[in-house]
């Protein structure tokens, strides 16, 4: 049989894992913000009402 070693296909370098990491990081802090913004836009809207409401 003749076994070929796989392929090491795309390796990073550190500028570019560096690179990746901060953006993975912008576009987490970015769904939180919007997640955060439905959340008050929503509040708002409902009134203050709604959050002291019976169970």
């Known amino acids: 049989m003749n076994e070929q070693l796989p392929e090491p296909g795309i390796v990073l370098t550190e500028e570019q894992k560096r690179r990746r990491r901060a953006r993975s990081i912008a576009t987490a ?3 939180a913000a919007l997640a955060l913004l439905f959340y008050v836009v929503t509040i708002v809207k409902l009134g203050p009402g ?3 409401r019976p169970l």
Do not use: M, R
């Open 29 to 31: 802090l970015v769904l």
């Open 50 to 52: 709604v959050l002291n």
